[in-house]
């Protein structure tokens, strides 16, 4: 990713600098090129990305068609399905020309138009040379897609790294693509700490705002936090007001997707002092009755394919004779929010907790980050999959497929306590040739040894560096 260097704050416009506009302007300069597909959740920053950093600097012109804020767009495609037609209509319906040598047509909230969904294919096949960009919250809950027809990215809420630009810190953010000898203690304690704050406010667009927006002016600490709060809870209502009007069709309850949305910060928090999150439990999720897996398999895979939570599968072995994938039982497995700071909201954890290095809860936030991490890694789609180690006592938080067939191990610490039995005897029973474990101290890397230790707000480095392609 290339940063620039410039005023990110100026009032309270903040220019969020993103790590997907370097594939963006790699598919724009394609001679023949699909439509690209921009996937996330709601309110994640898919129309400021492509609207106030990527159009601006590459176009013209964008020609702009919501078609859920403004549902009689549909009437675009009423002459059939031919790109010339729809860019005929859409200069009607919007009283804009269109010049496809230098302007984008954009698409935004794709899924809410089910033949602008198909149009995609007659756009990629018919008018390559067309810059289309559709963007989409709910396109996962469609089983027909025009499949091979985008170029398919994945928006997640911001990283650290992202919300450390954000809040100007161009230097400690560079030094987040480094290796950890590269970082001098006094960059590490200064990471720490605003790791912190990111724990707190997460990577939410409309939080960072109120967070960078009150830490540069004299506002007080406390509105300030209290403005990200009620930023965060007003998404969280957001978010469950869409449930009803996206399950349309689903055949499952919008109340029960609720339920467990709602549920999972409660159980995510009864985790305490340093133990991996442990498996969902379907029966908290309505104690009233007994729920069983088959009641919650629908509405958790409808809240996956909103990009609002993410599953860990649970497995008792390290085995390298079979892939990981081989020893997955469908009904075992961790269930987290897709963003740290929403996650803290339901969970009505504050600052001032987050903060306090003796906060019992603070190893699955710690654990929930590191997963997130590593999830953004993925922008394009993939098969990767992940999983945590459980058998008996012995608990280990990640266990990666490592390219080279055997496991690959990652133990988490929130804090500078260390000891890892349950890593060492899971590296000492399956012979493994390499794990890695990450936690709040700054220690020297020694690459022959098998337990390497980074430091936790490397953990997306660590992972695209050490881990995908080992």
């Known amino acids: 990713m290339i940063i620039s260097i410039n005023k990110i704050v100026t009032g309270r416009f903040i220019v969020f600098v993103r790590i997907y506009e370097d594939i963006m302007l790699s598919w724009k300069n394609k001679q023949n090129r699909q439509p690209l597909l921009v996937e996330g959740a709601r309110q994640v920053g898919k129309s400021f990305l492509i609207e106030k950093r990527f159009a601006p600097k590459h176009f013209e012109k964008t020609l702009k068609l919501d078609f859920m804020q403004t549902p009689e767009f549909s009437a675009i495609f009423d002459d059939g399905l031919s790109p010339k037609s729809i860019i005929r209509n859409a200069e009607i319906a919007t009283g804009q020309a269109f010049n496809p040598d230098t302007d984008l047509l954009y698409f935004e909230e794709v899924g809410m138009c089910k033949q602008a969904l198909e149009s995609l294919k007659y756009f990629s096949q018919d008018a390559p040379n067309i ?23 994945t928006i997640y ?7 450390m630009l954000a809040c100007g810190e161009h230097i400690l953010a560079q030094l987040l693509n480094e290796h950890p000898s590269s970082i001098p203690k006094i960059a590490h304690d200064k990471l720490m700490k605003a790791l912190n704050d990111y724990l707190f406010v997460g990577g939410m667009p409309d939080a960072i705002k109120e967070w960078t927006a009150g830490i540069n002016s004299d506002q007080s600490i406390l509105k300030t936090l209290q403005n990200v709060r009620d930023t965060q809870n007003q998404l969280v209502t957001d978010y469950i007001n869409d449930f009803g009007k996206f399950s349309e069709g689903e055949k499952m309850s919008a109340l029960m997707v609720e339920r467990i949305y709602r549920n999972i910060p409660v159980q995510l928090a009864q985790t305490q002092n340093e133990k991996p999150i442990p498996k969902f439990q ?21 809240l ?44 009505n954890i504050q600052y001032k907790q987050i903060i306090n290095k003796d906060f019992a809860f603070k190893g699955f936030i710690a ?42 191990p990652l133990e988490v610490k929130s804090g500078k306590n260390t000891k890892a039995k349950s890593l060492t005897a899971l590296v000492t029973r399956f012979d493994l040739p390499k794990a890695y474990k990450l936690s709040a101290n700054l220690v020297e890397v020694n690459a022959q040894r098998v337990v390497e230790q980074w430091p936790i707000y490397l953990a997306r480095t660590l992972y695209k560096t050490k881990i995908v392609n080992h």
Do not use: C, W
Not at 131 to 153: D, E, W
Not at 373 to 391: L, Q, T
């Open 131 to 153: 810059f289309l960009i559709a963007t989409g919250s709910n396109i996962g809950l469609f089983g027909r897609f025009p499949v091979g027809k985008t170029l398919r990215i």
């Open 157 to 163: 809420p911001l990283t650290f790294q992202e919300f």
């Open 282 to 302: 379907f029966k908290q999720v309505n104690p009233n009755r007994n729920t069983s897996y088959a009641d919650v398999s629908s509405p958790i895979s409808f």
């Open 304 to 347: 996956g394919k909103l990009n609002l939570v993410q599953r860990i599968g649970l497995i008792d072995t390290a085995d390298s004779k079979f892939p990981l994938a081989s020893y997955r039982q469908e009904s075992l497995f961790k269930l987290t929010l897709t963003d740290i700071g929403l996650l803290n909201a339901m969970a």
């Open 367 to 408: 654990e929930v980050f590191v997963l997130n991490e590593i999830v953004s890694a993925h922008i394009r789609p993939s098969n990767a999959a992940f999983y945590a180690y459980k058998k008996g006592e012995s608990e280990v938080e990640f266990l990666f497929q490592g390219a080279s067939g055997y496991p690959i």
